[in-house]
């Protein structure tokens, strides 16, 4: 028996998620599990994090090496110019918002399906590197801008236009408020935007180089990243685990709550994690950051936290089960004003830039990732009914 030609006998079965399973080869990033580290290119993430800025890190991922002071200038000039709407958006974009219940990621598929079209997004087979280069920064420049544009749409208020001088960071929380940032409110959403770029083959990643290898157009890989990426197992956990922390409301309510959990089956969001089995750098960066923006909020997450991993560590021992990074993000978000609603546009602000590199690099790989699947249905061939 074949199964898409190949002897059955011949077929490697896989653990299930494909977990350790190597699919490619990136020159992008890597994560260290076992060792509670990740990396995009040569340079450690968290430090890229705490040193560098956004625009920066989204050169290093487009080019492979940090910009020197004139190609950065050029480089933000370019993303700044890029992050305008075009005119054809702007009409259609009242009708995204409208929809009840109002979705920000349904509507930026949406929105960017349209930019496909009205920018005339080739396949990536059919263009040349520089092309697709364009085309990938393009979609991350207006990524912020469409998301913000329908949130404050949804509120019944006008959208507020990108500005030249400010960064990524610092226009988003502009486009949503519409008030100037504070600079220590902008740091610190830099910081988290950096940390989330990019991690490994994570399940929004490789959907979108599953659809690059196919030779399609940028837009639709991206767009099908974001399907995976709403889901809440994925990018759709840091308003939930801030949901948690509300839901536990205080330190002598923790051992209820997660007890509770356990024992109905269902998930603790905002801890454990696929590949860490120590802490995750990332939570500690964000940890960190929201010490340093203070308040009771960060001392309540802090308490729970400790607790928390104390009790999965009793109720499911050898799991190693530390916070991960959606639930200090929801904690630091918070804390810079922005609603819960826009968490996961946040983090897809960030994570936008790492699905477009992966896609650059995809599109260099002309192979289709093709993989098999071992079928357990009903025996066939058998007759079929005389009734059909």
């Known amino acids: 028996m074949t199964i898409n030609g190949v002897e059955l006998d011949e077929l490697i079965d896989v653990p299930a998620g494909l977990r350790n399973v190597v699919a490619a080869e990136t020159r992008l990033s890597d994560v260290r599990g076992q060792e509670g580290f990740y990396h995009y290119r040569q340079y450690s993430a968290i430090e890229l994090a705490t040193g560098c800025t956004f625009e920066e890190v989204w050169f290093l991922l487009f080019e492979g090496h940090l910009p020197d002071r004139a190609e950065l200038s050029a480089f933000t000039a370019e993303v700044?110019?890029?992050?305008?709407?075009?005119?054809?958006?702007?009409?259609?974009?009242?009708?995204?918002?409208?929809?009840d219940p109002f979705r920000p990621m349904v509507g930026l598929r949406t929105a960017l399906s349209m930019l496909a079209g009205v920018r005339d997004l080739r396949p990536v087979w059919d263009e040349d590197p520089a092309a697709r280069k364009a085309d990938a920064l393009l979609i991350c420049a207006v990524t912020p801008t469409i998301l913000a544009a329908l949130h404050r749409l949804d509120r019944g208020l006008e959208p507020v236009a990108p500005r030249a001088d400010l960064s990524t960071a610092a226009n988003w929380l502009y486009m949503l408020t519409g008030e100037s940032p504070r600079p220590q409110a902008v740091r610190a959403i830099e910081q988290y935007l950096i940390a989330t770029i990019d991690h490994g083959f994570n399940a929004s990643t490789f959907t979108a180089r599953v659809v690059a290898s196919t030779g399609a157009d940028v837009v639709s890989?991206?767009?099908?990243?974001?399907?995976?990426?709403?889901?809440?197992?994925?990018?759709?956990?840091?308003?939930?685990?801030?949901?948690?922390?509300?839901?536990?409301?205080?330190?002598?309510?923790?051992?209820?709550?997660?007890?509770?959990?356990?024992?109905?089956?269902?998930?603790?969001?905002?801890?454990?994690?696929?590949?860490?089995?120590?802490?995750?750098?990332?939570?500690?960066?964000?940890?960190?950051?929201?010490?340093?923006?203070?308040?009771?909020?960060?001392?309540?997450?802090?308490?729970?936290?400790?607790?928390?991993?104390?009790?999965?560590?009793?109720?499911?021992?050898?799991?190693?089960?530390?916070?991960?990074?959606?639930?200090?993000?929801?904690?630091?978000?918070?804390?810079?004003?922005?609603?819960?609603?826009?968490?996961?546009?946040?983090?897809?602000?960030?994570?936008?830039?790492?699905?477009?590199?992966?896609?650059?690099?995809?599109?260099?790989?002309?192979?289709?990732?093709?993989?098999?699947?071992?079928?357990?249905?009903?025996?066939?061939?058998?007759?079929?009914p005389s009734r059909c």
């Open 80 to 99: 700044a110019r890029a992050r305008t709407l075009p005119a054809e958006l702007l009409p259609v974009l009242p009708a995204m918002a409208s929809a």
């Open 221 to 384: 890989a991206v767009v099908a990243a974001i399907g995976a990426f709403t889901g809440p197992l994925h990018g759709g956990a840091p308003d939930r685990a801030l949901d948690g922390l509300d839901e536990i409301g205080s330190p002598d309510r923790i051992d209820g709550w997660v007890r509770g959990k356990i024992i109905n089956g269902d998930r603790v969001m905002g801890f454990g994690h696929a590949v860490y089995r120590t802490a995750d750098p990332r939570s500690v960066l964000l940890r960190d950051i929201g010490v340093e923006l203070g308040g009771d909020l960060v001392e309540f997450a802090t308490t729970v936290e400790r607790r928390v991993t104390e009790l999965l560590a009793e109720l499911k021992p050898g799991r190693d089960l530390y916070a991960n990074v959606e639930f200090y993000a929801g904690v630091v978000m918070e804390l810079c004003g922005i609603p819960r609603s826009m968490f996961t546009p946040t983090f897809a602000t960030s994570r936008v830039v790492g699905w477009t590199a992966n896609v650059l690099e995809q599109a260099e790989n002309s192979k289709v990732i093709r993989p098999a699947a071992r079928y357990v249905g009903p025996r066939a061939p058998e007759p079929v």
